[in-house]
């Protein structure tokens, strides 16, 4: 199959999943239906969820349920997402265990003791539930350890493939992977870590650049409601930590005197530029997480305020500008996904070029 050809069914795919789903919303006999709200919808779309909202049959939404699982005074509190039967208003209770939960906002309270339905304040915060803790599987979490077992089988194939290769030439997955594992190493390791010193670092840089790519291509698939893990600033505060971490416990002398006392400038200047290096210590992976969290989080934005332009006019004239201009965007955001990938994996390598780089003497 031509990579023209995959473009054409998956966008022809697209745009029939959009349309039907839109067509199937639609209910032109209630007159009571609640007036569309594209802010609400957008925000519900990027946020996590407690399962896969797949179609709409019959003004019933069909949906995959994942386990919901928590930790109340009770003890372990463990059911399926379709107990609350799409509820995420806090109107439908769920009694399990000897206690009654309720789905607000995508988020799971607990009533109190003798509570029978969830009061809300003006903030439309609970004012009578509390949260239990929360292990719950949620899509996002499943979409991470499916990227996770995608790409443990595409290596692990990769490497067998090696394995029963007479002169070391790559056959089928491998002929794939290699020129990608070859550039993170000769265009990104290298050049930013040093010949030397760049192979200890080679398994992360891998890592995270085809673990934040996989996530990123899951995130614009719609069939699995686009699950949006980058997107999500826990996500991207991670990684950004172990990148952290990993420039703070390699940091060799060199590095942390540039830090506290920058050699070649007299002292004031000295005592002048300790804070900036200092903050700046923190400021680098607050950028990482950031910059992966926003622009994923935007893109996702865009198509969805552009395909919300359809709702808000009430009219089918707008569809086809709305659509041409969220395949526009979708293609952007193709592209996208391996270049966020490929500057977190960039800048994650810089630092650790700038933590081990040796003094330079004259």
């Known amino acids: 199959m031509t990579l023209n050809t995959f473009k054409n069914i998956f966008f022809f795919a697209l745009c029939s999943a959009i349309s039907f789903v839109g067509y199937a919303s639609e209910d032109p006999g209630n007159k009571d239906e609640k007036e569309f709200n594209a802010k609400e919808m957008i925000l519900h779309h990027v946020k996590d969820a407690y399962g896969f909202e797949l179609i709409e049959w019959n003004n019933e939404p069909i949906s995959i349920?994942?386990?919901?699982?928590?930790?109340?005074?009770?003890?372990?509190?463990?059911?399926?997402?379709?107990?609350?039967?799409?509820?995420?208003?806090?109107?439908?209770?769920?009694?399990?265990?000897?206690?009654?939960?309720v789905k607000l906002h995508e988020k799971i309270y607990q009533l109190n003791e003798g509570e029978t339905a969830i009061v809300l304040d003006q903030e439309h915060h609970p004012t009578n539930a509390t949260k239990p803790l929360n292990f719950s599987i949620t899509r996002n979490v499943f979409m991470m350890w499916v990227s996770v077992a995608l790409i443990l089988f595409i290596f692990l194939t990769a490497a067998k493939s090696y394995k029963k290769s007479n002169h070391g030439v790559p056959k089928g997955i491998a002929g794939f992977v290699e020129p990608l594992v070859l550039f993170v190493r000769d265009e990104i390791a290298r050049p930013m870590i040093g010949e030397h010193k760049y192979k200890k670092y080679m398994p992360y840089l891998l890592t995270v650049f085809f673990f934040i790519w996989t996530n990123n291509i899951f995130g614009l698939i719609p069939i699995i409601d686009g699950a949006n893990v980058s997107g999500n600033i826990a996500f991207t505060m991670t990684l950004a930590l172990v990148t952290f971490i990993i420039t703070t416990i390699k940091?060799?002398?060199?590095?942390?005197?540039?830090?506290?006392?920058?050699?070649?400038?007299?002292?004031?200047?000295?005592?002048?530029?300790?804070?900036?290096?200092?903050?700046?210590?923190?400021?680098?992976?607050?950028s990482l997480m950031i910059r992966l969290f926003a622009n994923i989080t935007a893109g996702h934005i865009i198509i969805l305020a552009l395909?919300?332009?359809?709702?808000?006019?009430?009219?089918?004239?707008?569809?086809?500008?709305s659509i041409?201009?969220?395949?526009?965007?979708?293609?952007?955001?193709?592209?996208?996904?391996?270049?966020?990938a490929y500057i977190f994996t960039v800048l994650s390598a810089l630092y650790f070029g700038m933590a081990t780089e040796e003094e330079k003497h004259h």
């Open 251 to 286: 940091g060799n002398k060199n590095y942390w005197k540039h830090i506290f006392w920058m050699p070649g400038v007299p002292v004031p200047m000295k005592l002048f530029l300790a804070p900036i290096e200092i903050i700046g210590m923190f400021v680098k992976p607050l």
């Open 65 to 101: 349920p994942l386990p919901v699982i928590l930790w109340t005074d009770n003890g372990l509190t463990a059911f399926m997402s379709n107990a609350f039967h799409h509820d995420d208003s806090g109107h439908t209770i769920v009694e399990k265990n000897g206690g009654k939960f």
């Open 307 to 321: 395909m919300s332009l359809i709702f808000i006019f009430e009219t089918v004239w707008v569809s086809p500008i």
């Open 324 to 340: 041409l201009f969220s395949l526009f965007i979708l293609i952007i955001e193709i592209i996208v996904t391996a270049i966020q």
